[in-house]
């Protein structure tokens, strides 16, 4: 088990510990512990699944999803009430994050730029689907650690119809 947090004993945008990162991320959603994800995200991060192939930015169009901390927050909080008919019983996920490419480093910032490819199974009610798509994170080195300012989940099939998704990617 992935259960402590990824210490930097690499240079910034180092492939093996951004991947040790990452998989400790999808291990967090699966294991549907979401105040400590949301918590791998620094005070201004936010979390974006487009709406539409190729979207350019959040603002002024829908989106699957566009939360900040607060905003995740609000989620969470309403995916534990007692009374959701939507999480009971509650959705069960599993992560398959692959492919991981460092795509750019920026010492100045301390900041560097990630891609990957995600799969991920959802199972409620004897129904199991099937999402995939492409991940960029945007990661700051925080202390021994790094914390996410971006996450973009661009869904190869975003634009279709969906019922409800509960749970983030």
């Excluded at 690499?10 to 994800?37: N, S, V």
């Excluded at 974006?48 to 002024?60: A, N």
Aim: glycine letters at 4%; one cysteine or more.
């Amino acid at each position: 088990m992935l259960d402590k947090v990824v210490t930097m004993a690499a240079p910034l945008g180092d492939l093996r510990t951004i991947e040790k990162f990452l998989i400790h991320e999808a291990q967090l959603l699966d294991e549907r512990r979401f105040e400590e994800w949301r918590d791998l995200f620094t005070e201004d991060g936010y979390y974006w699944v487009p709406l539409e192939p190729d979207q350019t930015s959040p603002e002024g169009r829908a989106s699957l999803f566009y939360d900040d901390k607060r905003m995740m927050d609000i989620r969470f909080e309403r995916l534990r009430h007692p009374n959701i008919h939507s999480q009971s019983p509650p959705h069960r996920t599993c992560h398959l994050i692959g492919n991981i490419a460092v795509e750019s480093v920026d010492e100045r910032q301390g900041e560097c730029s990630v891609i990957s490819n995600m799969i991920m199974t959802d199972y409620r009610m004897r129904t199991q689907r099937l999402f995939s798509g492409r991940v960029q994170h945007r990661l700051r080195q925080e202390g021994d650690s790094y914390k996410i300012v971006m996450k973009r989940v661009d869904l190869i099939n975003c634009d279709d119809v969906f019922e409800l998704i509960a749970v983030p990617f």
